[in-house]
């Protein structure tokens, strides 16, 4: 499976899941964070970022990304890594993430994927609403031209 594919899931898992306003990784915005979701996902008061991990060395790599280590500089209310099952376990996840598998074309959720009435009530982060700003006004102006 590829990272694209993997996007792909991601994206459309989210719009599945009530998300209805979704960006994949093509959108490059410009923001404080240097932030780059491979899939973010907008509902009333909530976002969702799912990062997608097709090899062990990429999710290592993530950690020493500066929005990372300083969680309140990153994007979503909630956090999850997608990836093939033999890539990520739940121990190797950092705090206040969740974690989806694919198997197929199916996504199963493995780790703190909560239910309708927690997605407001129990945020796990504080994003930076800035930066997500900043992604969702990159996305607007290339809608306006």
């Given at each position: ?13 989210l719009?599945k ?19 780059q979701?491979?899939?973010?996902g ?42 093939p099952?033999?890539?990520i ?23 703190k ?11 796990p ?16 102006r290339?809608?306006?031209?």
């Amino acid at each position: 499976m590829t990272h694209d594919e993997l996007c792909e899931i991601a994206v459309k898992f989210l719009r599945k899941n009530g998300f209805e306003i979704v960006f994949d990784d093509k959108l490059k915005s410009v923001n404080c964070s240097g932030e780059q979701p491979d899939a973010i996902g907008f509902r009333s008061s909530v976002s969702c970022l799912i990062e997608a991990k097709v090899s062990r060395s990429d999710f290592l790599a993530d950690k020493k990304k500066r929005f990372r280590i300083n969680p309140e500089l990153g994007m979503g209310d909630w956090r999850f890594f997608i990836s093939p099952p033999d890539i990520i376990s739940i121990d190797d996840l950092p705090k206040g993430w969740g974690l989806l598998h694919v198997v197929g074309k199916t996504v199963k959720k493995v780790h703190k994927w909560p239910s309708n009435c927690l997605w407001i009530s129990e945020k796990p982060f504080k994003s930076d609403k800035q930066a997500e700003c900043n992604h969702l006004y990159s996305a607007l102006r290339r809608m306006n031209k």
